[in-house]
């Protein structure tokens, strides 16, 4: 199959391509060749720029497309309508945060998310799900039929710049006492980087439409869990305190960016955000590898490709966390 990926430098994309080159498809990465220019010699590599050169995919033609960086409506608009005559499929990547509300569990059925203006395509935190929403229906819109919506939920496993799920297992292997958020029962939900690109790669294979949630596991799995799930995966001799919300709130710490995976329980508008319906997906071929698979293969890319600086985008600082659990530990 001649797949044409748009992105392919990064974390899933990198991914979509070695999964695409073990299953011995013919792969075009379109990018600005500024993230890993030296990866995959042997894959064609064309080179523009989402948002002011299209010029490179003029005049060409695959089978699928599969666009990992579409962020934009604009940029999904341009995208497809230069492609639409010049491929079979387009698959777009979009997000779990397209939809409009999370105080209950979501399903592909419920409304998405708009913006305030209309016309506001400047990208912003809190325009990412409206946006991920538009661009979605530029897709589907221009292919009718031919386009495939995926909605993953948060993304984990090697090549991951975010943070958002390795912190945990880096966190948790150097040991010693590790602040956790209540409840150690609290659901999470989140999908193994290598299982989604496989799947979507087979969806797209088989030409599948329509829009699909993405995130795991089958069964429910709780932070706590996760959390010894990193203890044991890293021999580490670590020991959790569980903090309230109550007093994490007052300290300032942030859900999501200070603690990875961390959803307040008292904020009810997102007490669905972590239990998203996947049964769709699930009934059309996506599985989950095990969770200590994940956490080993994560473990082991932290330690081999990050250098020893590495400046988090999620977790809390060493000596931030030790801060709280000093002034949680004086508590009367």
């Known amino acids: 199959m001649r797949i044409l990926i748009l992105g392919g430098s990064i974390f899933l994309g990198r991914h979509l391509v070695e999964a695409a080159l073990a299953q011995h498809h013919e792969v075009t990465l379109f990018n600005r060749g500024q993230d890993n220019p030296q990866l995959?010699?042997?894959?064609?590599?064309?080179?523009?720029?989402?948002n002011t050169d299209l010029g490179a995919l003029r005049g060409r033609s695959w089978e699928v497309v599969i666009d990992t960086s579409g962020q934009l409506p604009r940029q999904v608009r341009a995208s497809v309508?230069?492609?639409?005559?010049a491929v079979e499929h387009y698959?777009?990547?979009?997000?779990?945060?397209?939809?409009?509300?999370?105080?209950?569990?979501?399903?592909?059925?419920?409304?998405?998310?708009?913006?305030?203006?209309p016309v506001d395509e400047e990208p912003s935190p809190e325009n990412y799900g409206a946006h991920k929403a538009?661009?979605?229906?530029?897709?589907?819109?221009?292919?009718?039929g031919r386009a495939l919506v995926i909605r993953p939920g948060l993304i984990v496993g090697p090549y991951d710049p975010t943070d958002r799920f390795t912190?945990?297992?880096?966190?948790?292997?150097?040991?010693?006492?590790?602040?956790?958020?209540?409840?150690?029962?609290?659901?999470?939900?989140?999908?193994?980087?290598r299982d989604?690109?496989?799947?979507?790669?087979?969806?797209?294979?088989?030409?599948?439409?329509g829009i699909y949630n993405a995130t795991g596991p089958t069964t429910r799995l709780t932070?706590?869990?996760?959390?010894?799930?990193?203890?044991?995966?890293?021999?580490?001799?670590?020991?959790?305190?569980?903090?309230?919300?109550?007093?994490?709130?007052?300290?300032?710490?942030?859900?999501?960016?200070?603690?990875p995976l961390w959803v307040p329980p008292s904020d009810l508008s997102f007490a669905g955000f972590l239990a998203a319906d996947c049964r769709k997906a699930?009934?059309?071929?996506?599985?989950?590898?095990?969770?200590?698979?994940?956490?080993?293969?994560?473990?082991?890319?932290?330690?081999?490709?990050?250098?020893?600086?590495?400046?988090?985008?999620?977790?809390?600082?060493?000596?931030?966390?030790?801060?709280?659990?000093?002034?949680w530990h004086s508590l009367p």
């Open 40 to 50: 995959y010699p042997e894959v064609e590599k064309l080179r523009g720029d989402r």
């Open 81 to 85: 309508d230069l492609l639409k005559d």
């Open 91 to 117: 698959t777009f990547v979009s997000s779990i945060s397209a939809y409009a509300d999370f105080s209950r569990p979501v399903d592909e059925s419920m409304p998405v998310a708009a913006l305030k203006d």
């Open 134 to 144: 538009l661009c979605e229906q530029a897709a589907s819109d221009t292919m009718p």
């Open 167 to 193: 912190y945990w297992p880096h966190r948790i292997a150097q040991g010693g006492e590790v602040l956790a958020p209540e409840p150690p029962m609290a659901p999470i939900q989140y999908i193994d980087a």
């Open 196 to 209: 989604l690109a496989g799947w979507m790669l087979q969806m797209a294979m088989l030409r599948q439409t």
């Open 223 to 259: 932070m706590g869990e996760l959390l010894e799930a990193c203890r044991r995966e890293s021999h580490s001799d670590a020991e959790f305190t569980w903090i309230s919300e109550q007093f994490l709130s007052q300290h300032e710490v942030s859900a999501w960016s200070d603690l």
């Open 282 to 327: 699930i009934d059309a071929g996506l599985e989950f590898r095990p969770l200590p698979q994940t956490v080993r293969d994560t473990l082991a890319w932290d330690a081999a490709e990050r250098p020893s600086g590495h400046e988090w985008r999620a977790g809390l600082a060493p000596e931030r966390e030790q801060a709280l659990l000093s002034a």
